[in-house]
């Protein structure tokens, strides 16, 4: 199943849209020259992660060094704050226990299409 989220014009202005796929809340988010699509419903109590914000973290690293990376790769909950990471939808915190769905999102002429 495809569907088609928008014009990649439209949706890097926006950042963040939320289509239906399946019945189901997608957000298909814009970074830089590249598009994710993740379940819309954050798995701790279902708030839009749309709304939240992108940023990145501290990633692993040798001892005594702090090393900030993923940048605009992790979303974050707009409610309690969780983060994952856009492109494996894991929780950045308890990536066994949960995450977001992910879906394959190309472009084609001008427009995003989301791939379930
Ligand atoms: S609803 Fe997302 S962290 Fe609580």
Redesign the pocket.
């Known amino acids: 199943m495809q569907v088609v989220a928008g014009s990649v014009e439209d949706l890097r202005r926006e950042g963040c849209r939320v289509v239906s796929v399946e019945g189901r809340p997608v957000g298909v988010v814009s970074v830089g020259e590249e598009f994710y699509a993740v379940s819309d419903r954050?798995?701790?109590?279902?708030?839009s992660m749309c709304v939240g914000s992108l940023s990145g973290t501290l990633v692993p690293s040798d001892p005594h060094e702090l090393v900030y990376g993923m940048d605009d790769r992790v979303i974050r909950?707009?409610?309690?704050?969780?983060e994952f990471d856009l492109s494996t939808g894991r929780s950045l915190l308890e990536p066994r226990r949960y995450g977001l769905r992910t879906y394959d999102v190309t472009t084609d002429d001008g427009q995003v299409v989301v791939h379930a």
Do not use: D, Q, S
């Open positions: 954050c798995p701790h109590m279902g708030a909950c707009p409610w309690h704050g969780w």
